[in-house]
Nanobody, 120 residues
Framework: VQLVESGGGLVQAGGSLRLSCVASGIIFRGYVMSWYRQAPGKQRELAAIITSGGSANYTDSVKGRFTISRDNAENTVYLQMNSLKPEDTAVYYC???????????????WGQGTLVTVSS
């Protein structure tokens, strides 16, 4: 299983970025995909999640600004981030697990992370 993120970088507050995560070695359409983030000095938190059926949920701090989506034909999950704030600065990690597996278990797969820095 391999998850490879891209799209991070430096952006000014109010700007936008789109993160991508390409998966290989899995039956992508059956996986729940998520984006987590870890800010400096803080614990990793779930930012957005999308089920195999396409239902999405978000942590309160990103609702209305971030959109998670998936392209099963391309084995890719995206995170469109708009109206970025300095507090969105973090390393963003792609996560995937089979739809039948509990979160945080042995079947979780992680990407290497991509850094997003939002300047004020």
């Amino acid at each position: 299983v391999q998850l490879v993120e891209s799209g991070g970088g430096l952006v000014q507050a109010g700007g936008s970025l789109r993160l991508s995560c390409v998966a290989s070695g899995i039956i992508f359409r059956g996986y729940v995909m998520s984006w987590y983030r870890q800010a400096p000095g803080k614990q990793r938190e779930l930012a957005a999640i999308i089920t195999s059926g396409g239902s999405a949920n978000y942590t309160d701090s990103v609702k209305g600004r971030f959109t998670i989506s998936r392209d099963n034909a391309e084995n890719t999950v995206y995170l469109q981030m708009n109206s970025l704030k300095p507090e969105d600065t973090a390393v963003y990690y792609c996560n995937g697990r089979p739809g039948w597996a509990p979160p945080g278990g042995a079947f979780d797969a992680w990407g290497q992370g991509t850094l997003v820095t939002v300047s004020s």
